[in-house]
C-alpha cells in the first residue's frame, strides 16, 4: 500500500509490480527511513525534480522512507524496471511505457509531463534557424550550416519520428552527455 501510495504523490510514470532487489549505488538517496525505493530517471534527477519530490514525500511519511535515485534514460531505465532492480521509474516512451504495462510488468503509469525542447543561439543567427518552420527543418539548417551545435547526447523524439532517416546534425555537433542547463 505504501508503494502505491509513494506513486501516486509523487505522480512518476511506472511502478513494479514487486518489489526491487537494487544493490545498485545511486546517484541521489533522499530520506533515512526504513521503508526503502529505487528509482530511475534522467533529466528530472540531475534538474532537482526528483529531490523535491522526495524531500515533500518524506516530510509527509514522517521520515519513514529512502528514496534512491539511479540515473538512466528511458531505455535503461525500462529495463531496469523490468528486470526488478528498480521500483518506479520516470520516463519519456509513451509507446514502450503502454507495452510494459500491457504486459504485465510495469502499472499505473501516469503523465506528469512533457518535454519541451528549445535551440539557443547567437544573435547573428548563422544558420537561420529563426526562419525556420519547424525543429526539423532548424536542425537541417544547423548541418547546412556547418554551425557549432552541442547536444546533451540525445535527439527529441518528435525530431526522430519526423527524420526519415533518423541521422542526427552532422555539423560541428559535441555531445557533452550533460544537462540542458550544464550547456548553456
Known amino acids: 500500500m505504501l508503494k502505491k501510495f509513494l506513486a501516486t504523490a509523487m505522480g512518476l510514470l511506472l511502478l513494479a509490480p514487486g518489489m526491487a532487489v537494487a544493490e545498485t549505488p545511486g546517484n541521489g538517496v533522499y530520506g533515512k527511513g526504513p521503508e526503502k525505493f529505487f528509482l530511475a530517471t534522467g533529466s528530472p534527477g540531475e534538474l532537482g ?37 528498480v521500483d518506479l521509474i520516470m520516463v519519456h516512451a509513451p509507446a514502450a511505457e503502454k507495452q510494459a504495462v500491457q504486459e504485465g510488468w510495469a502499472q499505473d503509469r501516469t503523465l506528469i509531463g512533457s518535454n519541451e525542447f528549445y535551440l539557443v ?3 547573428s543567427d548563422p544558420a537561420k534557424i529563426a526562419e525556420a518552420k519547424s525543429a526539423l527543418d532548424a536542425y537541417r539548417r544547423i548541418a547546412a550550416a556547418s554551425a557549432k551545435f552541442f547536444s546533451r547526447g540525445i535527439i527529441p ?15 560541428s555537433r559535441r555531445e557533452t552527455g550533460t544537462s540542458s542547463p550544464r550547456i548553456l
Do not use: Q
Not at 59 to 76: C, D, F, R
Not at 160 to 171: H, M, V
Open 157 to 171: 523524439a518528435p525530431i526522430k519520428r519526423n527524420c526519415k532517416s533518423g541521422r542526427k546534425p552532422t555539423s
Open 121 to 123: 543561439g547567437p544573435a
Open 49 to 85: 525534480l526528483v529531490h523535491a519530490l522526495a524531500a515533500g514525500f518524506d516530510k509527509a511519511m514522517a521520515g519513514k522512507i529512502t528514496l534512491t535515485w539511479i540515473k538512466a534514460g528511458s531505455g535503461e531505465s525500462l529495463k531496469l524496471l523490468k528486470d526488478k532492480k
